[in-house]
Structures are given as structure tokens and as C-alpha cells.
């Protein structure tokens, strides 16, 4: 079965501090694996896209990584602001139809003073 | 539009009514996705279409989920004879005509409530 697990389920960070969201997928075969921001009550927001030859791509404060030969992904933020506060989902495209995005549950981000 | 409307934003349903739900595109966008988000949880693929063909309804919960896009731009994802297990968001979301390594853009979604 395709499948996106994402970690930690949630988190509690300081404004100005970085972390790092993790993902792990089991979709085969392989198209491509985005991140999406969700803020609560609105549709996701993509932040960055990678096809199987990428394994770093970033978008401002957000870079994310891939490495296709274990299924692993992470997304790291630089220096958090409040604004980040949202759910980080990350979403993988292919299992055979490349038009189907299998989502995770995604990882719950808080930013705090 | 700018970006994919839906409609409506909120939608309360008596248990046993039928329901529809909107989805407006980007214009142009030749791929159309339907996706079900309970609380809490990330969204799960309901039904695709590229223009007016429906190419996978797999996730389709049950013979309850109808989906249509006659003219391959608006969509319309009908529930009959709704649950309260059908409470959730649903989102749409569309791409253009380059597959999948193209982005989705995702509306804003109806959030449904059965009572």
C-alpha cells in the first residue's frame, strides 16, 4: 500500500529557532514529492516540488531534501517565525498514477514568543 | 479566476439529505482532483479527472460519491443520502496540462458537517 509517514506529529518551537520535519514514503514507483503548508481552515499551499534527480531544493526560509534510495525526505525551516505556525504536509505523486498525490497526516508547527 | 473557488465554504446536512459541492478551477488547469479531509488527519484522494474525463474515482468511499465535470472545467462532487461519517473538508484542487510534476493549487475547500 502507498504510504507517507511524517514526524513528529506535532511541535512546540521559539520564534528564531530552526527545526527539521521528516517524512518517509513507500509510494512506488516514484514521480515526485512535494511539501505543502496548510494553514487551518484553508487549502494547502505548495512550498517546494523535487522529481527523483533532485535531492535539495529551497524556497526562502524552507529547504527541503530528498533521498529517493531510502524514501526519505525532510524539510528544514530557518529562523521560525509566528507565521509559520500551520500543519506541513508532505505529499508524494506516483504508485502507478502519476496524477495521485498520497498524502501524510502532516506535522502540526507552532511557533511561540 | 485567480485561483480555485469553491463553494459553499460551509454546508450543514441533515443526516439523509443530498448534497452538491463546487469547484471552480484555475482556468486553463486541465487536471481536477477531489480530496476528503477529516479533522486532524491529511487528505485523502477521492476522484481525478483530466478535462472531462473521470480517469480514477479508486478513493470514492462508496456508491453514495458522484462526481462530474461535463465540460471539463467546473466539477461538482455530489453526496447522496449523506452520513456523519461524511463530516469533513473537502478539498479540490487543479493542475495544468504538464501531469504530475506540475503543482496543485488547492481552494480553500467546503467544510461539511452531517447532523
Known amino acids: 500500500k502507498n504510504q507517507v509517514e511524517q514526524s513528529p506529529q506535532s511541535l512546540i518551537i521559539l520564534e528564531g529557532k530552526n527545526c527539521t520535519l521528516q517524512?518517509?514514503?513507500?509510494?512506488?514507483?516514484?514521480?515526485?514529492l512535494r511539501w505543502y503548508k496548510q494553514d487551518t481552515g484553508r487549502g494547502p499551499v505548495s512550498l517546494t516540488i523535487?522529481?527523483?534527480?533532485?535531492n535539495t531544493k529551497s524556497n526562502g526560509r524552507y529547504t527541503a531534501t530528498l533521498d529517493a534510495d531510502t524514501k526519505q525526505s525532510s524539510l528544514h525551516i530557518t529562523a521560525s517565525q509566528l507565521s509559520d505556525s500551520a500543519s506541513y504536509i508532505c505529499?508524494?505523486?506516483?504508485?502507478?498514477?502519476?496524477?495521485?498525490?498520497?498524502f501524510g497526516t502532516g506535522t502540526r508547527l507552532q511557533v511561540t514568543l | 479566476g485567480a485561483g480555485v473557488s469553491q463553494s459553499p465554504r460551509y454546508k450543514v446536512a441533515k443526516r439523509g439529505q443530498d448534497v452538491a459541492l463546487r469547484c471552480d478551477p484555475i482556468?486553463?488547469?486541465?487536471?481536477l482532483f477531489w480530496y476528503q479531509q477529516a479533522l486532524g488527519q491529511g487528505p485523502e484522494f477521492l476522484t481525478y479527472f483530466q478535462n472531462e474525463a473521470q480517469l480514477d474515482k479508486s478513493g470514492l468511499p462508496s456508491d453514495r460519491f458522484f462526481a462530474e465535470r461535463p465540460e471539463g472545467s467546473v466539477s461538482t462532487l455530489k453526496i447522496q443520502r449523506t452520513q456523519q461519517e461524511d463530516s469533513a473538508v473537502y478539498l479540490c484542487?487543479?493542475?495544468?496540462?504538464?501531469?504530475?510534476?506540475?503543482?496543485?493549487?488547492f481552494g480553500q475547500g467546503t467544510r461539511l458537517t452531517v447532523v
Open positions: 484542487a487543479s493542475s495544468g496540462p504538464r501531469g504530475g510534476n506540475t503543482e496543485a493549487f
Open positions: 517524512c518517509n514514503y513507500t509510494v512506488s514507483p516514484f514521480s515526485n
Open positions: 505529499v508524494v505523486s506516483g504508485g502507478g498514477t502519476a496524477s495521485k498525490l498520497t
Open positions: 482556468s486553463g488547469h486541465v487536471s
Open positions: 523535487m522529481t527523483f534527480s533532485e
